[in-house]
T-cell receptor
Framework: KAGVTQTPRYLIKTRGQQVTLSCSPI?????VSWYQQTPGQGLQFLFE???????NKGNFPGRFSGRQFSNSRSEMNVSTLELGDSALYLC???????????FGPGTRLLVL | LAKTTQPISMDSYEGQEVNITCSHN???????ITWYQQFPSQGPRFIIQ???TKVTNEVASLFIPADRKSSTLSLPRVSLSDTAVYYC???????????FGTGTRLQVFP
């Protein structure tokens, strides 16, 4: 069974731009979570989606948003990019809420 | 949410057994203990999960004492490719999101 896939793998943007990242969960998984990882803050939870509904949200500004489609694929969007948004963005999927999460390879975003 | 404490780093040599201990004093009754491995610029990889006593799979063993206030991840006969950061998480089944601590950076030397 294919693992979690994320696209693109690498991205370079400039301050003020917006970006959309995509995540395809493992087949059959209905829950998708997003995390941001930086050297200074470590791994931080962004939000979780299940059945196209946002179930939980971490402590991030409103510039960070996401959505989930009927096929469980998910996207996250960051608007008005700041230098501090440079990070590895990780997507994880699970069969359902509160089940073991499996991570994708991540999207490395660099904001210049 | 249960807070975890792990050593920041550990060193080992190829072929040795490595034991990484995690403290979680305020673990709740319904909490599970899960370990992830992460290589640089990759997503964390699920290693093992347990609730009590001992769990073993093809890559590791997890030892959990009766009081469940700590757990030990055991990696038998490590190789250079086991060099990574290892995260201990508690409460997967009682929380809606994963809380990652600082993890333990394991360095395996030849």
């Amino acid at each position: 069974k294919a693992g979690v896939t994320q696209t693109p793998r690498y991205l370079i943007k400039t301050r003020g731009q917006q970006v959309t990242l995509s995540c395809s969960p493992i087949s059959g998984h209905r829950s998708v979570s997003w995390y941001q990882q930086t050297p200074g803050q470590g791994l931080q939870f962004l939000f979780e989606y299940f059945s196209e509904t946002q179930r939980n949200k971490g402590n991030f500004p409103g510039r960070f948003s996401g959505r989930q489609f009927s096929n469980s694929r998910s996207e996250m969007n960051v608007s008005t990019l700041e230098l501090g948004d440079s990070a590895l963005y990780l997507c994880a999927s699970s069969l359902a809420e509160q089940e073991t999460q499996y991570f994708g390879p991540g999207t490395r975003l660099l904001v210049l | 949410l249960a807070k975890t404490t792990q050593p920041i780093s550990m060193d080992s040599y190829e072929g040795q057994e490595v034991n990484i201990t995690c403290s979680h004093n305020n673990i709740a009754t319904n909490d599970y203990i899960t370990w992830y491995q992460q290589f640089p610029s990759q997503g964390p990889r699920f290693i093992i999960q347990g609730y009590k006593t001992k769990v073993t799979n093809e890559v590791a063993s997890l030892f959990i004492p009766a009081d469940r206030k700590s757990s030990t991840l055991s990696l038998p006969r490590v190789s250079l490719s086991d060099t990574a950061v290892y995260y201990c998480l508690v409460g997967l089944y009682n929380t809606d999101k994963l809380i990652f601590g600082t993890g333990t950076r394991l360095q395996v030397f030849p």
